[in-house]
């Protein structure tokens, strides 16, 4: 067989060189893409700025500006209902101070000109999270103040020696029952501008399962 000589069988050799360059520049993009795939964590958004909602057993002071008589301290009975008069039962359970504002208004608005009204919640009896599986003492804990799921945690007496640590779920019950998958690991690990998630704090309602 006959070798190229010269100028052409330089050519050969560099345009050889280029290609094999370009082949192996094309296997380590993909053995990054893959391996980044393999050890990318998604970064689960949370909601930390949701309105407070009214709950069972809170009691609220229904205030009706300038008419004593239609304003009142009424508790949220374990229906989710209230009393009041000339506006009769309303559903007061999962509105926010604010709703709850607007619909006694419009209740009230065929027998009040105008009229004006403050819901405040004098008391805060349903906050509560509730943490089962494998911790110390599962059960319902008060949520006062800003509650994280570590710190749901060590209220529960910590993990019991079976805990499957990085496969926690917390249930939102705000949001018809969503379901939150948390990795201990990455809450203790995470830093700023990671992409893991981090500890975030538990609404009213939740419930972390340890499994």
Not at 2 to 30: C, D, F
Not at 50 to 67: K, P, T
Not at 99 to 116: N, R
Not at 192 to 200: A, C, N, P, T
Request: glycine share 10%; net charge neutral.
């Amino acid at each position: 067989m006959v070798q190229p000589s010269g100028a052409i069988g330089r050519r050969m050799n560099l345009g050889g060189e280029h290609t094999m360059k370009k082949a192996l520049w094309a296997v380590a993009m993909v053995v990054a893409t893959v391996s980044g795939c393999a050890h990318q964590r998604v970064k689960v958004e949370t909601n930390e700025e949701v309105a407070y909602r009214i709950g069972r057993e809170d009691v609220l002071d229904v205030s009706v500006w300038r008419d004593g008589d239609l304003s009142r301290v009424v508790p949220v009975r374990p229906d989710g209902y209230i009393s009041l008069p000339m506006v009769g039962e309303l559903k007061a359970a999962g509105q926010t101070p604010q709703e709850l504002e607007k619909i006694i208004k419009e209740k009230l608005t065929p027998f009040v000109q105008e009229p004006k009204v403050t819901v405040i919640v004098r008391e805060v009896n349903s906050s509560r999270i509730f943490v089962t599986g494998e911790v110390a003492r599962p059960g319902m804990f008060p949520l006062r103040g800003r509650v994280s799921v570590v710190q749901a945690i060590a209220l529960a007496g910590g993990f019991s020696d079976f805990a499957n640590t990085d496969g926690i779920v917390v249930i939102r019950n705000q949001d018809n029952g969503k379901q939150i998958p948390v990795r201990y690991s990455d809450l203790m690990s995470a830093e700023e501008g990671d992409q893991v998630m981090r500890d975030f704090a538990l609404l009213p309602g939740d419930t972390v399962v340890v499994p």
